[in-house]
Nanobody
Protein backbone atom coordinates (compact mmCIF):
# COMPACT_ATOMS: atom_id res chain seq x y z
CA UNK A 1 0.00 0.00 0.00
CA UNK A 2 2.78 2.41 0.93
CA UNK A 3 6.36 2.29 -0.21
CA UNK A 4 9.12 4.69 0.80
CA UNK A 5 12.45 4.83 -1.00
CA UNK A 6 15.35 6.86 0.38
CA UNK A 7 18.24 8.20 -1.64
CA UNK A 8 21.02 10.75 -1.37
CA UNK A 9 23.22 9.11 1.21
CA UNK A 10 26.95 8.79 0.82
CA UNK A 11 30.31 9.69 2.28
CA UNK A 12 31.24 13.26 3.08
CA UNK A 13 33.89 15.08 5.09
CA UNK A 14 33.02 16.81 8.33
CA UNK A 15 31.49 20.19 7.64
CA UNK A 16 30.01 19.07 4.35
CA UNK A 17 26.41 18.72 3.27
CA UNK A 18 24.06 16.09 1.94
CA UNK A 19 20.44 16.18 0.86
CA UNK A 20 18.42 13.05 1.48
CA UNK A 21 15.25 12.31 -0.44
CA UNK A 22 12.37 9.98 0.31
CA UNK A 23 10.05 9.12 -2.55
CA UNK A 24 6.57 8.04 -1.49
CA UNK A 25 4.40 5.62 -3.44
CA UNK A 26 0.79 4.85 -2.59
CA UNK A 27 -1.92 6.81 -0.74
CA UNK A 28 -0.43 10.23 -1.25
CA UNK A 29 -3.66 12.25 -1.37
CA UNK A 30 -3.18 13.71 2.09
CA UNK A 31 -0.27 15.37 3.84
CA UNK A 32 0.46 12.66 6.36
CA UNK A 33 2.97 13.29 9.07
CA UNK A 34 6.41 12.01 8.21
CA UNK A 35 9.82 11.85 9.76
CA UNK A 36 13.50 11.13 9.36
CA UNK A 37 15.22 8.74 11.73
CA UNK A 38 18.72 7.41 12.09
CA UNK A 39 20.30 4.40 13.69
CA UNK A 40 23.79 3.09 14.34
CA UNK A 41 24.74 -0.45 15.42
CA UNK A 42 23.94 -1.07 19.06
CA UNK A 43 21.96 2.14 19.49
CA UNK A 44 18.25 2.93 19.55
CA UNK A 45 16.62 4.49 16.57
CA UNK A 46 16.65 8.26 16.95
CA UNK A 47 14.03 10.66 15.66
CA UNK A 48 15.96 13.29 13.75
CA UNK A 49 13.17 15.43 12.34
CA UNK A 50 9.43 15.34 11.81
CA UNK A 51 6.90 17.28 9.78
CA UNK A 52 3.11 17.20 10.00
CA UNK A 53 0.12 18.09 7.85
CA UNK A 54 0.39 21.78 8.71
CA UNK A 55 4.14 21.85 8.05
CA UNK A 56 4.91 22.05 11.74
CA UNK A 57 8.39 20.67 12.23
CA UNK A 58 10.31 19.13 15.09
CA UNK A 59 14.04 18.50 15.38
CA UNK A 60 16.31 16.63 17.71
CA UNK A 61 18.47 19.02 19.71
CA UNK A 62 21.57 17.47 18.18
CA UNK A 63 20.62 18.60 14.67
CA UNK A 64 18.81 21.91 15.27
CA UNK A 65 20.24 24.65 13.13
CA UNK A 66 22.00 22.16 10.86
CA UNK A 67 19.24 19.96 9.40
CA UNK A 68 16.04 21.00 7.65
CA UNK A 69 13.10 18.74 6.88
CA UNK A 70 10.79 19.67 4.03
CA UNK A 71 8.48 18.12 1.50
CA UNK A 72 7.23 18.62 -2.01
CA UNK A 73 3.65 17.41 -2.04
CA UNK A 74 3.36 17.60 -5.82
CA UNK A 75 6.35 15.27 -6.15
CA UNK A 76 5.39 13.11 -3.16
CA UNK A 77 8.90 13.52 -1.85
CA UNK A 78 10.30 14.21 1.60
CA UNK A 79 13.70 15.84 2.03
CA UNK A 80 16.32 16.22 4.71
CA UNK A 81 18.91 18.89 4.07
CA UNK A 82 21.94 18.12 6.20
CA UNK A 83 24.53 20.87 6.65
CA UNK A 84 27.63 21.17 8.82
CA UNK A 85 27.79 17.42 9.11
CA UNK A 86 29.69 15.88 11.99
CA UNK A 87 31.19 12.40 12.38
CA UNK A 88 28.53 11.65 15.00
CA UNK A 89 25.90 12.09 12.28
CA UNK A 90 27.14 8.87 10.71
CA UNK A 91 24.22 6.45 10.62
CA UNK A 92 21.67 4.70 8.50
CA UNK A 93 18.93 7.21 7.81
CA UNK A 94 15.31 6.16 7.37
CA UNK A 95 12.18 8.00 6.37
CA UNK A 96 8.81 7.03 7.78
CA UNK A 97 5.13 7.84 7.27
CA UNK A 98 1.96 7.61 9.31
CA UNK A 99 -1.75 7.49 8.41
CA UNK A 100 -2.60 10.65 10.33
CA UNK A 101 -1.59 14.20 9.62
CA UNK A 102 -1.04 15.64 13.09
CA UNK A 103 0.60 16.18 15.48
CA UNK A 104 4.23 16.24 14.48
CA UNK A 105 6.16 13.33 15.94
CA UNK A 106 9.71 12.00 16.18
CA UNK A 107 8.70 8.83 18.00
CA UNK A 108 9.44 5.81 15.79
CA UNK A 109 6.55 3.91 17.39
CA UNK A 110 4.12 6.35 15.76
CA UNK A 111 5.13 5.31 12.27
CA UNK A 112 3.95 2.10 10.59
CA UNK A 113 5.65 2.62 7.22
CA UNK A 114 9.40 2.76 6.71
CA UNK A 115 11.92 2.95 3.94
CA UNK A 116 14.90 0.64 3.65
CA UNK A 117 17.35 3.36 4.64
CA UNK A 118 20.29 5.18 3.12
CA UNK A 119 23.75 5.22 4.66
CA UNK A 120 25.41 8.49 5.64
CA UNK A 121 29.08 8.42 6.59
CA UNK A 122 30.87 11.54 7.80
CA UNK A 123 34.63 11.36 8.05
CA UNK A 124 36.84 13.52 10.24
Amino acid sequence: QVQLVESGGGSVQAGGSLRLSCAEFGYTNSRYRMGWFRQTPGKEREGVAGIDHDSITSYADSVKGRFTISRDNDKNTLYLQMNSLKPEDTAMYYCARDWVGTPVSRDPHDYPYWGRGTQVTVSS
